[in-house]
Structure formats: C-alpha cells, structure tokens
T-cell receptor
Framework: EAGVTQSPTHLIKTRGQQATLRCSPI?????VYWYQQALGLGLQFLLW???????NRGNFPPRFSGRQFPNYSSELNVNALELEDSALYLC??????????????FGPGTRLLVL | KQEVTQIPAALSVPEGENLVLNCSFT??????LQWFRQDPGKGLTSLLL?????REQTSGRLNASLDKSSGRSTLYIAASQPGDSATYLC????????FGAGTRLFVKA
C-alpha cells in the first residue's frame, strides 16, 4: 500500500512568488494535515482538512491557504513568499480527523527554498 | 495554549543501553499522544499512539506511557541499537496537533 506522497520534493522560488505544494494521502484516509518545519524550529501545525473542509488552522498568516479535493488529495498554497517561508513542509494523513484520535502518517516532505 | 516540552534535547548512549525520553505538556485535555522518529532530512515515522484513555502502548523494544494528570509521557527504548539514532518527537493531539522540539538520540556502536 502506497504511503503519503508529496510533490515536488524540492521547490525553489523567489520572494513575492507563489508556491503550490501537493499531497496525496494514503488510500482510504480522509484527513490531511500540513506542517511547517523551519530550520532550527520545531514542527508547526499549519492546516487540517477533513472530508473536503478546513477544520482548523495554525497561527499562520492568510497567505498560507489550501484546499482538499474530492479524492482527498490536498494542495498548500503560499502567496507572496518571504525568505522565512523557507522550510520543509510535511503533509500527513489519517483515517479520519474525528476527535483527532487517529494515527497520522507522514509524507517525505517538500523542501521549499525562497531566495 | 498547549505547550509541549521534550527533555533532554540531545542524548548520546552506548549500544545496548536502555533509555528514557521525556515529553511534558501543559494542558491535560488531549485526545492522544503520538511518538515519532525523524531521520535527517526525512519525513516522520509513527512509532506509537496512545489514546487519552490509555496508559501505555508497546511495540517491540519501544514502550510509551501516558500520565494525563501530570502532563507527562515517556518513551522507553530497550537495548538501544545504532539504527535507533534519530530525532524523536512527541505530538499531543487535540483540535490542533502540537509537537515538541524533539530529542536527538545518538547510539554509539
């Protein structure tokens, strides 16, 4: 069974540009989570989607947004990129986000570099 | 606001030693607590998930305990091996999943 996949593996952008990151959950999983792991910082919760709806978001500005498609895959969009957006972006999926009691399985991440 | 702390930040042990990693959290109203390992530059691998109603979970050489009342969890690794070298993260599950900063473990052969 395929795990969580993310694309691209690496992404290089310049300040002010937009970045789009993609995530495909494990088959049968309806919840997708996005996290940012900046150098020297811990994992920071970004967004949680379940059944196509945004359920919660972390303390990030509105230029971080996303969506979940009918097939449960997800996109993370970062507009007006800033240098400090450079980080490893990790996506995770779980069977359901109901009451947050399911194990989260992580993808390999997309490393975003903003120049 | 939930805060998660992991102690120690780094740990170096000889192969074969048993060790304990600690995780503490400030808000006991959690859904679950999950332990992960992260290898350099890689994603996270789930190790154990403890539901809020459980006290411990075991998988092979790993045992994780949860004491919600005191806001603590421990990950016990028995008979450590060089392949256990990684960063270990605990994550407290609620409406948001909050991660600790991790413990970087190095097991010397």
């Amino acid at each position: 069974e395929a795990g969580v996949t993310q694309s691209p593996t690496h992404l290089i952008k310049t300040r002010g540009q937009q970045a789009t990151l993609r995530c495909s959950p494990i088959s049968g999983h309806t919840s997708v989570y996005w996290y940012q792991q900046a150098l020297g910082l811990g994992l920071q919760f970004l967004l949680w989607y379940d059944e196509g709806e945004e359920r919660n978001r972390g303390n990030f500005p509105p230029r971080f947004s996303g969506r979940q498609f009918p097939n449960y895959s997800s996109e993370l969009n970062v507009n007006a990129l800033e240098l400090e957006d450079s980080a490893l972006y990790l996506c995770a999926s779980s069977l359901t986000g109901s009451r947050g009691q399911e194990t989260q399985y992580f993808g390999p991440g997309t490393r975003l570099l903003v120049l | 606001k939930q805060e998660v702390t992991q102690i120690p930040a780094a740990l170096s042990v000889p192969e074969g030693e048993n060790l304990v990693l600690n995780c503490s959290f400030t808000d006991s109203a959690i859904y679950n607590l999950q332990w992960f390992r992260q290898d350099p530059g890689k994603g996270l691998t789930s190790l154990l998930l403890i539901q809020s109603s459980q006290r411990e979970q075991t998988s092979g050489r790993l045992n994780a305990s949860l004491d919600k009342s005191s806001g603590r969890s421990t990950l016990y690794i028995a008979a450590s091996q060089p392949g256990d070298s990684a960063t270990y993260l605990c994550a407290v599950g609620g409406f948001k999943t909050i991660f600790g900063a991790g413990t970087r473990l190095f097991v010397k052969a």
